[in-house]
């Protein structure tokens, strides 16, 4: 399972992320100052780091400049949004720059793309007894070949990387179709009525109403 540290001083900031981390399939620590993340990365070392850059103890930069030796990759997550500031970090070596207030699906994208670039993202996903190939984009169900559509198979893929959250319709329209939604339109949710089928997911991939559709995993799965 991916590791990511969260480096935040902010613990209802923290525990946002680490909770939305957790529900997206990563395993999560936090540490609240500069000093806490030093000693923790001195232990082991984490797939990636989400890192404030006003910290007590230590800031961001003096953190980056810890880790950049180690190759582990750094996303900044900060108030800070000045142009100045954001040249700094991706020139000091960060992969991306945050500014809060953010998203937490666009947090979450960026990660799976910082990842990818890592090589460190699963390539095959198990959920919900379907098997998810990644790479040959092949969806499987006990040994059986499920037929997707490219879309379908983006939404699903989608859901399964994103389990317990919910997805409102306009999120999977940008994410799979790569434009604006429509309000009123019914693309996404016959789409998704299609994947439900097709995966016999008709009880876990449920609507949430005025909002889309949650992926419901028991704790067993």
Known sequence: MVNIMVVEDEKPIS???ALSLKKAGYHCECAY???EALDMLEKHYPDLILLDIMLPGADGFEILEYVKPLKVPVIFLTAKGELSNRVSG???GAEDYIVKPFEIMELLARIEVVL???NKLDRMIRILGLEID?????VTKNGQLINLTKKEYDILLLFARNPGNVLCRETIYERVWGGD???GSRTVDLHVQRVRKKTEWEEYLVCVPKMGYRLEVPKQC
Do not use: K, S, V
Not at 134 to 138: P, V
């Open 90 to 92: 991706l020139r000091l």
């Open 33 to 35: 100052d500069g000093l």
């Open 134 to 138: 990644i790479d040959a984009r092949i």
């Open 116 to 118: 990818r670039r890592y």
């Open 15 to 17: 525990n946002l992320i």
């Open 181 to 183: 939604y429509i309000p």
